[in-house]
């Protein structure tokens, strides 16, 4: 039997939510509810909707979906998506067990064999920038991204321009003609200061320029997408289909929804399916654990319009433990010429180590965004 009887939430370092999800017959699924600083909240959500879950059947994945999402009259949010998330990718990670087989061939089976990624670099200046980039390639990766800046003014500085440029010339001086460098807005910049950086990036050509605005200023991407010949990505703060159709209305090049942010696998699949629509590509969101890494792997592998996967393996943030802590075999998720081959084990193709979880999840962590200010006092942009 599927029937599901029991789900448990484990907050564990470095700032990650785990969700596991038991049912009679012994199956247990695992997913990844983390949202980043909001992670308490959203255990809090995955308890409240799990009340919708026990004594049910696991195996009833899209009915399931639309109960938790519509199921109340208040919808929708990176809470309550992040909560779906956690528990459909639970779900899909019971069914590939239940039936023997990977998740990518309940979805259709696989298109390709492997699935590139990138890693994320840091470093203030450009020195520090050729040598974390050196490290990447060192580790196996063909692709990295970056940070274009910090804090930035509302309308910048020539210095603050000028930063910006020098530190993707020292990324593109280290990684040659056949390697990758996307470069991350991330929401710090306004429109104006978009419009004028990204001509001066256009001779370093990055494989895409990330959140050029925030996304409640999603309205106003469309103009940034006419202003540049770089490809244009965002969607990690996006929920939903309905919220990723302005911006590929727009002229996005790149979606970037979260597996664990969006609703989960089942959500970023029909993301997927509508960006196919308008010539997307997709490169989803994951600077996460393993289980969402597991779980993008998974949409990547049955999805023909998947570009690159993020991956946060041995990132400096990861305090206290790394991706790979929390996985009974760590050799699924092993780059292989910068990519990681396709997944083969049932359900979402690792093992989870039940008694780290448990062990980490007793000292939890309280992970919070920082806040940052101009310096006349203002808040500044994340």
């Not at 083969?344 to 000292?363: C, M, N, S, Y």
Request: overall charge negative.
């Amino acid at each position: 039997m599927t029937t599901i009887t029991r789900v448990e939430t484990f907050l564990v370092a470095p700032r990650w939510l785990f969700v596991r999800v038991e049912t009679r017959s012994g199956i247990v699924g695992w997913g990844e509810a983390t949202c980043e600083g909001r992670s308490e909240t959203v255990r809090t959500a995955v308890h409240q909707l799990a009340e919708l879950l026990i004594g049910r059947d696991a195996l009833r994945i899209e009915d399931h979906w639309q109960v938790l999402t519509k199921g109340a009259f208040y919808r929708g949010g990176p809470i309550l998506a992040s909560a779906v998330a956690g528990l459909d990718q639970a779900l899909w990670d019971i069914a590939g067990k239940h039936f023997g087989a990977p998740v990518h061939q309940l979805l259709g089976g696989p298109v390709r064999d492997r699935i590139r990624v990138y890693g994320w670099v840091g470093g203030d200046e450009p020195g520090e920038v050729r040598d974390h980039i050196a490290a990447q390639i060192a580790a196996g990766l063909t692709a990295v991204k970056m940070n274009a800046s910090g804090r930035m003014s509302p309308v910048a500085t020539v210095a603050e321009l000028d930063g910006v440029v020098a530190r993707v010339a020292a990324a593109r001086e280290v990684l040659g003609d056949h390697r990758d460098v996307a470069v991350d807005l991330h929401g710090r910049f306004t429109l104006a200061n978009a419009r004028r950086i990204a001509p001066l990036l256009e001779p370093y050509r990055p494989l895409f320029l990330e959140e050029p605005v925030v996304p409640e200023n999603s309205h106003l991407i469309g103009e940034f997408v006419r202003s540049t010949t770089i490809p244009v990505s965002t969607g990690e703060r996006l929920y939903s289909r309905q919220e990723f159709l302005p911006v590929l209305n727009a002229g996005i090049a790149v979606a970037q929804p979260d597996v664990s942010h969006a609703g989960g696998i089942t959500e970023v699949r029909k993301i997927a399916a509508l960006a196919e629509m308008y010539d997307v590509q997709l490169a989803p969101h994951c600077p996460l654990g393993p289980i969402a890494l597991a779980a993008c792997l998974q949409v990547g592998f049955a999805t023909p319009n998947y570009l690159i996967q993020e991956q946060s393996i041995g990132i400096h943030y990861n305090l206290d433990a790394d991706v790979l802590d929390y996985c009974v075999d760590k050799t699924p998720l092993a780059f292989v010429d910068g990519h990681i081959e396709r997944l083969t084990a049932p359900g979402l193709g690792i093992e989870i180590d039940d008694r780290a979880v448990r062990a980490a999840g007793e000292k939890g962590h309280a992970w919070r965004s920082p806040v940052w200010r101009h310096r006349d006092g203002a808040y500044a942009e994340w």
